[in-house]
């Protein structure tokens, strides 16, 4: 397959998606691939993320070797938090 008919990376394909966020939205992103959207630079809109396992308020990828709360198991890879993150009991 040539690299032009590859398309968009996953990250793109959420980023796209991100771009429709509204201001003050709560996103619940579920699992897998949509947790993308989650790197997405909201630049000044507030947007609040939820994911499937009750975290509500987390934000981008950690970087490797951050001391960060990893929240599984709906979030596999650890994700950075904004203040006042919560999640379930």
Do not use: H
Not at 36 to 47: A, H
């Amino acid at each position: 397959m040539s690299e032009r008919a590859k398309g968009l990376s996953r990250q793109q394909m959420c980023d796209r998606l991100a771009m429709e966020f509204g201001d003050g939205w709560i996103v619940n992103l579920g699992v897998g691939i949509p947790t993308l959207c989650s790197n997405f630079d909201f630049d000044d809109k507030e947007i609040i993320l939820q994911s499937e396992n009750g975290v509500i308020g987390y934000g981008p990828l950690a970087a490797p070797g951050c001391n960060v709360t990893c929240w599984p198991p709906a979030l596999t890879r650890c994700r950075s938090s904004f203040p006042g993150a919560a999640s379930g009991p």
